[in-house]
């Protein structure tokens, strides 16, 4: 099945208009919703601001999955298993506290597991692997002054990525139009869990942040979240990407509200284009 270029368009305006203002809902409005056929590049829906970068938040867990594959820092699904320790980040709770696999990271969305990762590989292979996977602005340069771009650049720092180019990212991830390998690739495509959403086989990855307010501290009511994915049915296969920003703090990780609301839609958004 295709979708035909005019009747979605038509279909799909008129749709977005009707579902907007749930989508953009007063808690956390959508920065932008992008929709874009994987096999042919067409831009299926586009809501928002798509071009502006964020920081990725946990959604940097799948390219560095990738480059960790490519280097040789990961094995397979299970391998290396690395062991918390006092001092690292737990904030995650009794998921985080435990002895942790490439599977469990991803699946968990494990901080001090990236940041092995990252001291591991330095700052100057990260770039350069962030540059050849065309990944945002590919800064791992950290808090101004802090020294600390391999601990947390991609979260609320300095490594930034708009939902335009995170869409062309997991498209070039799932054709495999990447220069990091079929093996990294196809080990990297198969952390991410499917989801079920109306007859959509659909992976991707969560991702939650906070800005920071001018005295430094996490400004924890205006989260951003980010859900980075594909959806699979029938041969075709859609590039999912949504990025909000709360306005009111909730107990809820804003990457897994953004998931589940976008999830809730996404079967009448692309059954209207039918």
């Known amino acids: 099945m295709m979708f035909r270029s005019r009747p979605l368009w038509r279909g799909l305006v008129c749709l977005a208009l009707s579902l907007w203002p749930a989508m953009a809902r007063a808690d956390a409005p959508a920065i932008c919703t992008l929709i874009t056929d994987i096999d042919t590049g067409t831009t299926l829906l586009e809501q928002g601001d798509c071009d502006s970068r964020a920081t990725p938040a946990s959604?940097?867990?799948v390219p560095l999955a990738l480059i960790g594959y490519a280097e040789g820092l990961l094995t397979d699904a299970d391998t290396p298993v690395m062991r918390w320790r006092e001092g690292d980040?737990?904030?995650?709770?009794?998921?985080?506290?435990?002895?942790?696999?490439?599977?469990?990271?991803?699946r968990h969305s494990v901080v001090w597991y990236s940041q092995r990762l990252a001291h591991d590989l330095g700052a100057r292979r990260l770039t350069e692997h962030a540059r050849a996977l065309g990944y945002g602005n590919a800064d791992f340069s950290g808090d101004p002054g802090q020294n600390n771009g391999l601990d947390r650049a991609w979260i609320s720092s300095?490594?930034?990525?708009?939902?335009?180019?995170?869409?062309?990212?997991?498209?070039?991830?799932?054709?495999g139009a990447l220069p990091h390998g079929p093996d990294a690739i196809g080990k990297t495509l198969a952390l991410l869990d499917p989801i079920m959403a109306g007859g959509w086989t659909v992976r991707g990855k969560t991702?939650?942040?906070?800005?920071?307010?001018?005295?430094g501290r996490f400004d924890y009511a205006r989260g951003?979240?980010?859900?980075?994915?594909w959806?699979?049915?029938?041969?075709?296969?859609?590039?999912?990407?949504?990025?909000?920003?709360?306005?009111?703090?909730?107990?809820t990780p804003r990457g897994i509200a953004t998931r589940d609301g976008l999830l809730a839609e996404i079967p009448a958004l692309i059954d209207a284009a039918r």
């Open 59 to 61: 959604t940097f867990k």
């Open 158 to 175: 300095s490594l930034r990525i708009s939902p335009r180019e995170q869409a062309r990212f997991m498209t070039r991830l799932v054709t």
């Open 89 to 106: 980040p737990d904030w995650g709770g009794a998921a985080w506290r435990r002895d942790t696999g490439p599977a469990e990271w991803m």
């Open 207 to 215: 991702g939650s942040a906070y800005p920071r307010r001018a005295d």
């Open 231 to 251: 959806a699979e049915r029938d041969g075709q296969r859609l590039a999912l990407v949504r990025l909000t920003q709360a306005t009111q703090r909730s107990k």
């Open 224 to 229: 951003w979240g980010w859900f980075v994915g």
